[in-house]
């Protein structure tokens, strides 16, 4: 298939249809410095021109675009440095996953090196950048508007636009994508013929036309309604969200059930919840007629802390994804990358996804809110929860390379550290200040579980949040009238 494709892609090549400052065709130049320096320019020259790839092709007379042949070989080894292949990864900066391929066209023996457009910056040979204008290759710091472009396309590039898996026909697309699931979750009637499905997917950005009559299936399209995440490459693979439950409280214990999900994340969500909950333990609600059973953690919290975990997560970090553990008195979930806000402003401050286009799809789909990151109704719901005792208010925290909330069991006031409960003050105060109001000893007490005539234990907890700066008071004239978060 690869042959095929890359045949099919020569031949769209030669017939001219291609932005002129993204391809190269020499003869039999192989001087390893006009190569590094073309990886450099046609990589930043194809992010310019909102390209994916740029193209240098050997065997092809440049006057009309005839295929002649070459006997260059991109393996043979050369006196560059003592270096192998050219190794131009040591010369550009930053590294691009370049490629070699050696084509046997039936016209002729054709050698294509594939560069990226670059992601993260303007790419560097030997320290400087340079760009395609025409056939030369100048400068890129002599071209203030090209570089302006660079800088501009590089700040909307996604992720999500990038190919997952290609050179498919319409039927292989058909298999590896849940279709009628994107139909049904996007409030669509399914189309009776394959060119409607195929306009619907290809303007949603899910697919892309290929070369050869061929698709492709772009990150998106996988990561969302792949109907197995493991026919897609491991980039993709390992970002299926993983569940862990554990016997006890800690990872040294025995794992009592693990699913590795392999379906795309709007396609499994609702079966991925369920199994969650389903594996969860409950409380005895008693009302004034009815025992109700009650999950140990709000199922409304789960949902929207797993979403915001698979929507806000950094999808450049390979090898991981999110994942779910389940302990005795805990469930904490985890995603790859930093959170974009500062912990203490995830509630009052608009979200920042590095996902838009996940996201846009996810609101459509009705997996997350319109407005916010959903993070307020956890809160509330959490403090809501006062039964058989109140539950610690989530506790979210930045690791080296990742995110992480930690939902926790109820457990009575006496039972929760100093930190918890000056969390749950400072994230009450939060919630009460989103709501136009203050956060007092009795709306705390309340928050806690404790009678009034207990009121000193509360009052101990503010001063301690007040100490600790999380939270202020409202009125310097009136400091018993109630207080705001650190930032109001």
């Not at 002599?142 to 999500?160: A, S």
């Not at 996007?186 to 061929?214: A, C, R, W, Y």
């Not at 809110?369 to 719901?381: A, M, W």
């Amino acid at each position: 298939m690869t042959q095929k494709r890359d045949i099919a892609l020569i031949n769209e090549l030669l017939d001219g249809n291609f932005e002129n400052n993204c391809l190269e065709f020499k003869g039999n130049n192989q001087d390893p410095k006009i190569i590094g320096k073309l990886c450099s320019a046609l990589s930043n020259s194809a992010r310019i021109a909102g390209e994916n790839f740029a193209y240098v092709l050997w065997g092809i007379r440049n006057s009309d675009h005839k295929i002649i042949g070459t006997n260059f070989d991109p393996d043979k080894k050369i006196n560059l440095h003592q270096v192998e292949k050219f190794k131009l990864a040591q010369k550009l900066k930053p590294n691009i996953d370049y490629s070699f391929k050696t084509i046997d066209h039936p016209n002729g023996r054709v050698v294509i090196l594939e560069i990226p457009a670059t992601t993260l910056a303007p790419v560097e040979f030997d320290g400087t950048a340079y760009v395609r204008i025409g056939s030369a290759t100048p400068k890129l710091a002599d071209h203030t508007n090209k570089f302006q472009t660079l800088i501009k396309n590089l700040h909307i590039y996604t992720w999500e636009k990038e190919v997952a898996k290609s050179f498919l026909s319409a039927d292989e697309v058909l298999k590896l994508i849940d279709y009628p699931s994107y139909f049904k979750l996007t409030h669509q009637g399914l189309p009776d013929n394959k060119v409607v499905i195929f306009q619907h997917l290809e303007s949603d950005e899910l697919i892309m036309k290929d070369v050869g009559g061929k698709w492709n299936i772009l990150n998106l399209g996988a990561i969302l309604f792949a109907t197995n995440l493991n026919k897609f490459p491991s980039s993709i693979a390992r970002k299926g969200v993983r569940f862990v439950a554990y016997e006890g409280n800690n990872k040294a214990t025995k794992v009592k059930y693990r699913i590795d999900s392999s379906k795309g994340y709007a396609v499994g969500f609702k079966g991925l919840v369920t199994y969650i909950n389903n594996l969860l333990p409950y409380n005895e609600d008693i009302g004034q007629v009815l025992r109700k059973k009650k999950l140990v953690f709000p199922e409304i919290a789960i949902r929207e802390l797993i979403v915001n975990a698979l929507i806000h997560q950094d999808m450049t970090i390979s090898g991981a994804g999110p994942q779910v553990e389940l302990f005795k008195d805990r469930m904490e979930i985890t995603n790859p990358g930093k959170s974009l806000v500062d912990i203490d402003r995830m509630i009052d401050l608009p979200p920042r996804s590095r996902n838009e286009g996940i996201a846009a799809l996810m609101r459509r789909m009705g997996f997350c809110e319109e407005q916010g990151s959903g993070l307020d109704k956890v809160i509330d719901i959490v403090e809501s929860y006062q039964l058989p005792a109140p539950m610690p208010t989530p506790k979210f925290q930045m690791n080296k390379d990742s995110m992480q909330v930690v939902l926790y069991a109820p457990r009575p006031f006496a039972k929760m550290s100093q930190d918890e409960r000056i969390r749950a003050c400072f994230y009450h105060t939060v919630m009460k200040y989103l709501s136009g109001d203050k956060m007092k000893n009795s709306s705390l007490c309340k928050r806690f579980g404790i009678n009034k005539k207990n009121a000193a234990q509360v009052s101990k907890v503010i001063k301690k949040a007040l100490n600790e700066k999380k939270i202020k008071v409202a009125d310097k004239e009136s400091p018993r009238a109630g207080y705001y978060p650190w930032w109001a």
